[in-house]
């Protein structure tokens, strides 16, 4: 094989996601598009690297120092979402049932990899609580341990702070789930969180 088709193929299959296989029909589909169409690709993904910021407020990704969002002045400023990953702010943002704020924590606490609250945006988020009067901090990590964790973590961090109501999405059963093929601890949170039928 060519170094550099074997070359291309390493890079593309260190992408999450991309094995060798796909990798290697990736880069043999590049090298039948035109050379300005590559380099058109290449050049944006190269511009995207090296120009992306985080929102000095809220961690998210954007163009400026301020993300579209948190410069958006119809948004719900006083009601916060904290997330893990960029990714589920985009999740969350194409349900269109969200209007206020985010904050992207950029991880969750997992001491078995190193990581802890002081590796997170926690501090940056307890600032910004202070700072603009935040009512509501919804906390939207996973259901991990880890998850957990940090939600528990961050709840007693804002217990510290008066005034500020802290509430969690709701678990538990998934639309076009059956209940049978449900782990014990869905089952538990759905029967916790369930609402009344309107």
Known sequence: MSKLLEDAVG???????IGR????????????????????????????????KYCH???????????????????????VCVVEQVSD??????????KGLYHVLGGVISP???????DLKIDML???VAR???????????TTVEGETTQFYISRRLAEASGVRVSTIARGIGFGDEIEYADELTI????????PLK
Do not use: W
């Open 11 to 17: 890079e593309l299959s260190k992408l999450p996601g």
């Open 21 to 52: 296989r796909t990798a290697m029909r990736l880069a043999l589909h590049l090298l039948r598009q035109e050379v300005a169409d590559v380099e058109v690709m290449t050049g944006t993904l190269s511009r995207f690297r090296n120009r992306i």
């Open 57 to 79: 407020i809220c961690n998210n990704l954007s163009d400026d120092d301020i993300c579209p969002i948190c410069a958006d002045s119809s948004r719900d400023r006083g009601t």
């Open 89 to 98: 702010v985009i999740s969350i943002e194409n349900t269109r049932q969200y």
């Open 112 to 118: 078995m990899q190193g990581i802890g609250p002081s």
């Open 126 to 128: 307890l600032d910004n």
């Open 132 to 142: 603009y009067g935040i009512k509501e901090v919804i906390l939207a990590v996973g």
């Open 188 to 195: 538990a949170h759905a029967i916790h969180n369930r609402t």
